[in-house]
Structures are given as structure tokens and as C-alpha cells.
């Protein structure tokens, strides 16, 4: 996956706040709009889901009881943004790749809908925007997500030198959980920690399978993955990733003396993800971006164990 990963050609449907808010919207832009909504992907939710959910359980985990839905407000919002900042990067460095591939021929970039100029401007102010909003939650918070912003920059040219890009983009996104703690805890913790590897291992996961649906094009423009690396010897690989982020997701909750629900509750978590393990078909590109899509329910029943077992 690359932090811009694009919605399945069937128009999957989202019904959930901010991320779902602004795939909406932009059917209704303004032309001179509409190009720069597509270059940060508002039009495909499922990347700001797997940035911001993380973060949320990174507040859900550092609460007493009910996370403080001003914070969760502005962490969604916050995290909209910078992803949205991440796709801009991502498409102003893979540009040339990007018209040379047929999946992604038509982005802004790509297509000339938007200049090199107009994408550097919009990236900033997603960038400072972002930054703002989440200094509203938490000042510490939003300056540890400008410290990765150096890690956002760098992600995409992962692909060029090393077959795991995967490992580069799971600590981006891993930084949202450790500002999520941050935010509430004023410090970085333990279970903070410990939910940071589990996150990295998660995105281990889910992004080998999304990178095999562009194996092909991969090959052809000259970037690397793990879809490339493990070949055949991806569902073992990906089994290890998930039992990992299973096994720190759960290292977190004890750590943070969570309550017997947050077990109970993560239990379908783990069916979920031992679902993917078994049935992901790498040689089938539909399946392997329905899978992909799919991890956005694991992140909510995650959120949502951490709830229960923080409230009880």
C-alpha cells in the first residue's frame, strides 16, 4: 500500500464520521476543487481509517473510562489531514511511476489535473493545518506527529531501496498511536509502546497483502514490496505479522490493566484477522484489495475492546 491507497472499484460504502464526511463532499466540488480532493484522496476513506484508528487506541488506552470525544473529535480531524498531506507526498514522488501504471494513470499528478507547484502548497497546508488541529487535543501530541513528519516524506522512496516499505510505513502509522497515549498521559508509556509494535506488525500485515494486487506493476516500473520478497511465502509471513500485533495488543491491555472485556471483546478481532490468514487468495488482486479494505473493521473492534475493558 502507499498512504494514498485508493477505494475498490465497486465503490465500497463508508457510514462513519469525519473520513466518510469528506468522501462525500467530493462528488459536489467544484471543478477547479475536485482535483486537489482526489490528490489527498478524500474521495477514498479506508487510508485515514487505518491512520487515525490506531490513534484512537492510543487515547482509548491511556483513559480512565470514556475517551474525551473533543479529542477523538480532533484526532479524527487531525488525521484526516495528514494523511491527506502523506498522499500529496506520496504522488509528487511516484509522479512518473504513477502515468506509467494503469491503476493509478489518472491522478491528478499523474494526469497533469494539478501542478507540481499547486501539490506542494496543498501538501503544506494539510501539513500546518493538521498540526493546528491537533494542537487544539494536546501540544505534545501535535509535536511528536510533526517530528514523524520526516518519516511521512521519506516513505515513498522506501519502494526504491529496500523490499520492506511495509516496516518504513507501519512507524508512520504508528506514530498516531503513540500521540494518541501522548495527547492523554502526557508521557509515553509502556502499553504506549507495546501497542506501537502490534501496530507496526498490523500494517506488516495488511499492506503485504495490499502490495500483491501491484506485484505486476511493481515489477514492471522498478519498486520494490514484501508482495515481491515472500512470493509464495506470504501467508505464513502475514500469519506471523498478525499473531504478532495479536500478541502485542493484548501484552498492551494487561500492561494497562484493562478489564476481562477487553478480551472477550478482542476475541473476534482475532477470528477476523486468522479469517484473512486463511481465505486471502495473492493471485486474485480483487481479493487481495477486499482484504486490504476489511482491516478497517478489525481497527474498529480493537477500539472498541479498549473501550469496554478501560470503562469496566
Not at 491537533?134 to 518519516?151: E, I, K, Q, T
Not at 495490499?210 to 505464513?236: C, E, F, I, N
Not at 487468495?281 to 478497517?296: E, L, S, T
Amino acid at each position: 500500500m502507499d498512504i494514498s491507497a485508493q477505494p475498490s472499484q465497486q465503490g465500497t460504502p463508508y457510514r462513519f464520521v469525519v473520513p466518510s464526511i469528506a468522501a462525500s463532499v467530493v462528488p459536489r466540488a467544484p471543478k477547479a476543487v475536485l482535483p486537489y480532493l482526489q490528490l489527498a484522496r478524500m474521495h477514498a476513506p479506508i487510508g485515514s481509517w487505518l491512520y487515525l484508528l490506531p490513534g484512537l487506541w492510543g487515547i482509548a488506552l491511556a483513559s480512565a473510562g470514556l475517551p474525551d470525544w473533543r479529542q477523538v473529535l480532533l484526532f479524527t480531524v487531525g488525521g484526516v489531514l495528514v494523511r491527506g498531506f502523506g498522499c500529496v507526498v506520496n504522488d509528487l514522488a511516484d509522479r512518473e511511476f504513477d502515468a506509467r501504471v494503469a491503476r493509478t494513470v489518472a491522478r491528478p499528478l499523474a494526469a497533469g489535473t494539478v501542478t507540481v507547484t499547486g501539490a506542494l502548497v496543498f501538501a503544506v497546508v494539510q501539513a500546518v493545518a493538521g498540526l493546528l488541529v491537533l494542537a487544539v487535543a494536546s501540544v505534545p501530541a501535535a509535536v511528536f506527529v510533526a517530528a514523524s513528519y520526516p518519516l511521512v516524506v521519506a516513505y515513498p522512496f522506501m519502494k526504491r531501496i529496500t523490499y520492506w516499505p511495509q516496516a518504513w510505513l507501519g512507524m508512520v502509522f504508528g506514530c498516531y498511536i503513540l500521540a494518541g497515549w501522548l495527547a492523554v498521559a502526557g508521557r509515553i508509556e509502556t502499553p504506549a509502546l507495546l501497542l506501537f509494535v502490534a501496530g507496526v506488525f498490523w500494517t506488516l500485515g495488511y499492506d503485504t497483502i495490499y502490495a500483491h494486487q501491484d506485484k505486476a506493476d511493481d515489477v514492471q516500473v522498478g519498486v520494490k514490496s514484501l508482495a515481491l520478497r515472500l512470493g509464495r511465502a506470504t501467508r505464513p509471513w502475514v500469519a506471523g505479522f498478525y499473531g504478532a500485533t495479536v500478541v502485542g495488543i493484548v501484552a498492551a491491555g494487561a500492561v494497562a490493566g484493562l478489564h476481562w472485556t477487553f478480551y472477550a471483546l478482542f476475541l473476534p478481532g482475532v477470528a477476523h484477522l486468522a479469517w484473512q490468514v486463511v481465505t486471502v487468495d495473492i493471485d486474485n488482486p480483487a481479493d487481495c484489495r477486499d482484504k486490504f479494505m476489511a482491516n478497517r473493521f478489525f481497527g474498529w473492534l480493537v477500539l472498541v475492546a479498549i473501550v469496554a475493558g478501560s470503562v469496566f
